[in-house]
C-alpha cells in the first residue's frame, strides 16, 4: 500500500516526501514532536498530545507556530489517507527554514510541519507474557528532558547499547545515582507498601502522557501512588517495576543488569494496570477522539 505524509501543507508519497536543506530542524535538531497512539481508529490521548506539543514549541521561543485545530485536522487526514487503524501517529515541528546560523532567524519564517503514520502498536504477546529487562546507563541527556526536542541522539545510543546487551531497554541514571526514566518510557516501581512510585516532573524527565493516564487509572482503581525520586537499589528491592509510554503501554520489567526483580514475572500490580489501560483504550469513541480543544 503507498504510504503518504504531509509536508507544509503537501500530502506527499512517504518515499519522496522532503524539508528544505536549509530545516533547522535538519541542521540543528531545532525542533520539537510528538508521537500519538491510534487505536482502532481512535487517537489516544489527542488533547494532552497536543498541549505538551505546545508547550515544547513555547518553552523553545518558536514564532508563527501552526494552528492547533489545523494540526489536528491534519492527523486526522494523514491517519484516514494512509488507511491506519491501529498503529501510530507522527507529528513534528520544526522552527522553520533560513540561512544557517544558530542564532534564531530574524524576521517571520514560518514553522516547518511533518506528520506520517504506520501501521502497528504496543508490545509483542512475549514482552506483556514475560515482562523486559533494562540495562543500566548514564543518563547523557541534555538537561531540558521536559522538552519534546528531535534532538535524540544520546536516546539512540543508550537504546542501542540496551539492545547490544540484550536488553529491551536503557534504565537512565543521573550523576546523582537517581533513575530518571528510558530512553523511550517513563519507569515506575511499586515498593513494599504496594505504593506506586514513579520520578516527579520536572526537567530531568519529560512528562509522559501515557504516564499521567495511568497514574488516573490507578488512582480510580484505588491504587496508592507517589511522585519520588528513587535510586537504582530501590528499584532492585522493589516488589514490581515496569514502563509506561506510548508504545509501551504498561510493560512490565524482570530483570535490570542480570539482577532478577522480584521473583522475575511480571507482577500482579502491572498486568492489573496493563489490563486497565487495555480498557480505557477500547472505551475510546474515534469521533470525539479527535477533538484537539476540549
Not at 544558530?102 to 514560518?110: D, M, Q, R, S, V
Not at 517513563?186 to 520536572?202: E, F, K, S, Y
Amino acid at each position: 500500500m503507498t504510504r503518504f505524509a504531509y509536508v507544509n501543507g503537501r500530502y506527499e508519497h512517504h518515499d519522496m516526501a522532503a524539508v528544505s536543506i536549509e530545516d533547522r530542524g535538519y541542521q540543528f535538531a531545532d525542533g520539537v514532536y510528538e508521537v500519538v497512539a491510534i487505536w482502532k481508529g481512535s487517537a489516544v490521548d489527542l488533547k494532552p498530545h497536543m498541549d505538551r506539543l505546545e508547550r515544547s514549541m513555547s518553552e523553545l521561543e518558536f514564532r508563527n507556530t501552526p494552528e492547533r485545530s489545523s494540526l489536528g485536522v491534519i492527523a486526522k487526514e494523514v491517519v484516514r489517507v494512509n488507511r491506519v487503524q491501529t498503529g501510530i501517529l507522527y507529528i513534528q515541528i520544526n522552527r522553520g527554514t533560513a540561512p544557517r546560523n544558530h542564532l534564531f532567524p530574524a524576521g517571520e519564517i514560518n514553522c516547518s510541519v511533518v506528520m506520517t503514520v504506520r501501521h502497528g502498536l504496543g508490545p509483542s504477546v512475549s514482552e506483556i507474557q514475560n515482562g523486559v529487562t533494562l540495562k543500566v546507563q548514564d543518563d547523557q541527556r541534555w538537561q531540558r528532558r521536559d522538552i519534546k526536542s528531535i534532538g535524540l541522539l544520546a536516546n539512540v545510543l543508550a537504546k542501542q547499547a540496551a539492545k547490544s546487551s540484550g536488553a529491551f531497554e536503557a534504565l537512565l541514571i543521573d550523576p546523582d545515582g537517581t533513575v530518571t526514566e528510558s530512553s523511550a518510557a517513563n519507569v515506575w516501581l511499586v515498593d513494599q507498601d504496594g505504593t506506586l512510585v514513579t520520578r516527579p516532573l520536572g526537567s530531568e524527565i519529560l512528562g509522559g502522557i501515557t504516564r499521567a493516564r495511568v497514574m488516573s487509572i490507578a488512582s480510580d482503581a484505588g491504587y496508592s501512588t507517589k511522585e519520588a525520586v528513587f535510586t537504582l537499589d530501590e528499584v532492585l528491592s522493589a516488589r514490581e517495576v515496569f514502563l509506561t509510554g506510548t508504545t509501551t503501554f504498561v510493560l512490565p520489567v524482570v530483570n535490570v543488569d542480570h539482577a532478577v526483580i522480584a521473583n522475575g514475572h511480571p507482577g500482579n500490580t502491572s498486568c492489573d494496570l496493563r489490563d486497565r489501560y487495555q480498557s480505557y483504550l477500547a472505551s475510546l469513541k474515534p469521533r470525539p477522539s479527535w477533538h484537539v480543544s476540549e
